[in-house]
């Protein structure tokens, strides 16, 4: 039928007769088309089936209107105005407005922004302006002196004003986010506005009935109207924010009001179509404000987009691109790169124990300091959590970069005054280079992590990457992730070596080690994975898992009248956790047990990390009622400080200077100094690693009370260190002959 009607239009073909029948019966027939897709809409959709069936009835209105006009009142002398046709035209704009609206009020954005608002504004003032200024002029001086023939007629384009104008308004509030839909219904409302307008400029003149170009458009709008109909409508929230529709619409609508004005110079419009050109100017002059603000507010989000907020630092996506930028420039010009990788040692312990509010100061404390520290021309970056990233201007040769490490760590050597307390932080520098290092940026700050663990475990402060040491680091990676998942899956167990009185080698309890027991069977020992706890912050979990299954175990062997202690080693993450005590106490109420059953043991190294906060943890230890030895003792710097300050009460002789003392006469000297000093001081000494019945008998004769190590047992399981507590039911063995060898408790040394 289109293109039947394009022909005649056209090219003139089929004559008047065709006209005649395309002006008629065709349309008609596209209108009745039109209602059965809209009818059958209806009758399918229960959600919003009353929208459909309002817009069938008004469909079905305006087809009936035409076939009326074409069947009768086309073809009378004097029809009448307004004829029946014209009610049911008009009765279309009813029901279509109510079903255009209820689909605007389901569609449109919840809770629209003013932009959206103003968009709306713009778009429907701006339309109706068109309409007043150019469509309805040449109307009322066509039809000037045919009043009633005037009054009629205005009403088509009038009301097609109103449909297209709330059709706008819908796509609006949608925030100009177009579907197939919406865009056939507007389509559709404009032909009709077309075809109306034509069609009334035509009676205006004279004629007795619309020409075929006009029907042209009346099949056409039908036509856009029953695509519409079966066409998906997307959620508004669903569709892209960025469609070019969002941004060229109102963009086109703001545009109208200069235009409309610039006419008005030449050729006067109506007071109404002024005001609402005038009203459209403000709404675009608002949203152009809006548009500034969002501009000035763009430039602050991009900026923080690429700043840390802490420290206000560039972040890890501007450090990235930088880097980027960097390396394509010496990859096109030759040269190197260096880049270093800083990390705070102990700063989750520390985060976790004086809240995150402590940290986040304690970071923005940073920034400054390490801006400091490097050369004007680096770029120094917080890539996250307590990870910071410098990259030195390019060509920065090895002792820079070296130069410029040192520098950073000595800005650390200067106390942090954080909420009150005074800390003293330490850190790792990890140094690596491209193109020496690295083949891209991303491998270029990965093989700077990489040195700054090696850093970390060589405790040297800075390192440069080695591709020898890029494996270990990777297993680190992995054994921390499996560790995790261990303290999870119950995979950590405890083994117990036992500690005597050195003269009746009577056990008064065992010392608690950690071991790992993989899902194979496999046994990991300490020193396999406790390192890679520490930096993985697993720490505390470990300690309060050993410390559970001690208190466990011993829970046991009181309940079979075995009156033993446990020691669990404790680490400087649990000593500067100032709620630790509370958690012992926790754990001891929930055992059941008395606090004389658990001693903590703490090493020298651990005290010297903060002194100042580690004493009064361990003097509420103390007040609970558990006992605190110096582990290791010896081996550190200040122990004569320690004993004098901190309520330590016994001390463990470390196994390096017991196992030789029968043989070195420099270990012998050192282990009597110490059993000497510990009994002026009124403390008990524990001697570890001893192996074999001469070094026991020479630590009796020093005074030693109790002792630790292989001549009694290895580390062992709580199943079969209850066998070692059977073999003297009183408590007692007679002699090392009776305890277990170590060949039939092969569970591993005791390294702790």
Known sequence: MILADVLHVVFGVGGSGWGSALRGYVVAAAGLVCLVNVGIRACVEREHRAIWTSAAIGVGCYALAFVLWGAW??????????????????????????????????????????????????????????????????????????????????????????????????VGMRGWRTDRKWVLLIASMALLLAGDFAWTIEIAHGARTADSADMLTYLLAFTFASAAVWQPERDPSAVDGQHWSTVIVPLAFTVISPTILVFDHFSRVSLAAFLLTMTSLVGAIMRMSLAMRDMLALGHIRRAALTDELTELPNRRMFLAKLRQEVAAVERNGGSLTTLMLDLDNFKQLNDTLGHDAGDELLRVIGP??????????????????EFAVLLEQNADGAAAEATAENVLDSFKKPFHVHGLVLRLTASVGIASFPQDADSPETLLKCADVAMYDAKRSRRGFEHYSPDRDDYTRERLELSGALADALDHGEIEAAFQPIADADTRRIFGAEALVRWRRPDGTVRMPSEFLEAAELAGLSRPLTRRVISLALAQAREWRAAGHQLYVCVNVTVADLLDESFPDEIWGALESHGLDADVLKIEVTESSIVANPERIGPVLRRLRTLGVEVALDDFGTGYSSLTHLRELPIDFVKIDRSFVTNMCNEATDAAIVYAIVELAHRLDLQVVAEGVEDERTWQELCRLGCERLQGYALARPLPGEEFWALLDAAPTGHLADSQSMPTPASTANGGSIE
């Open 73 to 170: 009142l086309e073809h009378l002398q004097h029809p009448p105005y307004p004829s029946i046709s014209d009610y049911l035209w008009k009765a279309f704009y009813i029901f279509a407005g109510c079903a255009i609206i209820g689909a605007g009020g389901r569609s449109a954005q919840r809770g629209a922004s003013t932009k959206i608002w103003l968009d709306t504004l713009i778009a429907v003032t701006g339309t109706a302006a068109i309409a007043t200024a150019f469509i309805i002029p040449p109307i009322e001086h066509a039809a000037r002196g045919a009043h009633a023939a005037v009054a009629n007629d205005l009403q088509y384009p009038v009301a097609d004003t109103v449909i297209l104008v709330l059709s706008v308004a819908v």
């Open 369 to 386: 300091r390490l801006t400091g520290a490097v050369s004007a021309g680096s770029t120094v970056a917080r890539l996250g959590g307590d």
